[in-house]
């Protein structure tokens, strides 16, 4: 049995602090006892070290945040080096340097070079799960998953579908589409800590019988996610009711193939109209709001007022390549402008909420993490109060959780994360300062 305990700042969030204001569990100085890869207690320094055996060593973090890890609940793994290109909106950014990087990915070394350096980027941010596109190749998302394996990571991923629409290089037929899918969910579904999602890229990509045949699948697969893009952008959005004219919406696209479901993950919904958020409600359906891409590609300021007015759970993506940036603290400090520009203030707990546990929520995997209860998986991150000097100054003067929580946001990057642990291991430890 392994045991050890970390004294630090703890907080986690045990619910939506938007509909329960007592969601929040927070110890300025904290205790977190870890046994075996599990969470043993959580709690006030004061009421839990008396209980702890001398035998069992305690870090002194003092001056350091422990938090659950972040959960990015939309991102492409194939993306890292078409972050940051100008000029473009969605569907010319598409043709003009995604696809000609994801063509990159039909080679098997190149794939393992940038899933390496993929999750390598993931810690280093403290992000301990995601929902991760791969390519439409087969190896791609073994790539993936071998390298996430090695690493003992909670992470979802899934082989694009896409038979139209796309260069020759990057296209897929419903039964290959098929057979790569099935083929998949028998090797990987399941193996550590890894779970499978069906993704049709967006509706514009994928004929109806691809769409239906995604659908079958994931009728076949109750433990098995969809993630999809639905109506991120205005011209990608007249470009599927030109495809699908029988249609009432772009969500009514993916309900006709049987996409539309409590297991299903929609990037963007900047777009959706209030009666296809209420859909997805009412299906349990979850929104993956990605404040840094909606802003670098143009699409729209993304309501997240109206998405929980809806009931639309609704989490933090970085969409890393169309996002800036692989830190979920950022996407909080993002979303926050969005609200701002629409007269809503996003309240600093919810963002957080929206990092974690909504995150854990929407990949169905809040059983085993997300907060920092007992039983669950330990998968932390270590945040440095101080990283920089003007984060030092900053939140020394912070009076409240909330604001520090907002300073973070605003100020902190990869430098503010100390180290990231993936169930009690350390898996990623700061090398500058
Ligand atoms: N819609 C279809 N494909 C993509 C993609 O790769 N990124 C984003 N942001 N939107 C998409
Ligand atoms: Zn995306």
């Not at 969605?90 to 899933?115: I, N, Y």
């Not at 993931?122 to 390298?147: D, I, R, W, Y």
């Not at 940036?325 to 929206?354: C, N, R, T, V």
């Not at 946001?409 to 350390?426: K, M, N, P, Q, V």
Request: hydrophobic letters at 45%; glycine letters at 8%; a negative charge.
């Amino acid at each position: 049995m392994s045991r050890r305990a970390y004294r630090a700042a703890l907080l986690h969030v045990l619910d939506d602090p938007s509909r329960a204001p007592d969601a929040a569990a927070y110890h300025p100085d904290g205790l977190l006892v870890i046994e075996d890869g599990h969470v043993a207690a959580f709690g006030a320094y004061e009421d839990l070290a008396g209980d702890l055996d001398e035998t069992t060593p305690v870090e002194d973090l003092r001056g350091h945040l422990i938090t659950p890890g972040f959960v990015d609940a939309h991102v492409h793994f194939p993306q890292v080096d078409v972050m940051a290109a100008w000029g473009a909106q969605l569907l010319d950014w598409l043709h003009t340097h995604t696809f000609p990087a994801e063509l990159a990915f039909a080679d098997r070394t190149h794939a393992d070079a940038v899933a390496n350096f993929f999750l390598g980027q993931l810690l280093a941010n403290g992000t301990t799960s995601a929902l991760a596109f791969c390519t439409v190749h087969k190896a791609s998302v073994e790539a993936l998953f071998e390298a996430a394996l090695a690493r003992d990571m909670r992470l979802i991923a899934g082989k694009v579908l896409m038979d139209r629409h796309a260069p020759t290089g990057l296209t897929d037929t419903v039964e290959a589409g098929r057979a790569d899918t099935e083929a998949l969910i028998a090797a990987w579904r399941g193996k550590g800590r890894l779970g499978y999602a069906v993704t049709p890229r967006f509706a514009v990509t994928s004929t109806d019988a691809q769409l239906a045949m995604a659908g079958e699948v994931l009728a076949a697969h109750p433990d098995v996610l969809l993630h999809t893009h639905m109506s991120e952008n205005a011209e990608e959005i007249a470009e599927v009711a030109r495809l699908f004219p029988q249609a009432r919406d772009y969500l009514d696209v993916d309900d006709r193939h049987g996409l539309l479901g409590p297991r299903s993950v929609f990037a963007h919904c900047v777009h959706a109209s209030d009666d296809a958020l209420g859909r997805m409600a009412r299906a349990g359906a979850s929104a993956a709001f990605c404040p840094s891409s909606n802003l670098l590609l143009g699409s729209g300021l993304f309501s997240l007022k109206r998405a929980c007015a809806c009931g639309v759970n609704t989490a933090l993506g970085t969409d890393v390549g169309g996002g800036g940036s692989f830190s979920l603290l950022h996407m909080m400090g993002e979303a926050y402008k969005i609200g701002q520009l629409q007269g809503d203030s996003l309240d600093p707990l919810h963002a957080f909420y929206l990092a974690t546990l909504a995150g854990a929520r929407a990949l169905h995997i809040d059983a085993h993490v997300g907060t920092l209860e007992p039983g669950k998986e330990a998968d932390f991150v270590v945040i440095d109060l101080s990283a920089t000097p003007l984060l030092a100054r900053r939140t020394a003067k912070a009076r409240t959780l909330a604001e520090t929580l907002f300073v973070l946001s605003i100020l902190a990057d990869d430098r503010a994360i100390a180290r990231t642990y993936l169930a009690g291991r350390l898996a990623h430890i700061r090398t500058v300062a």
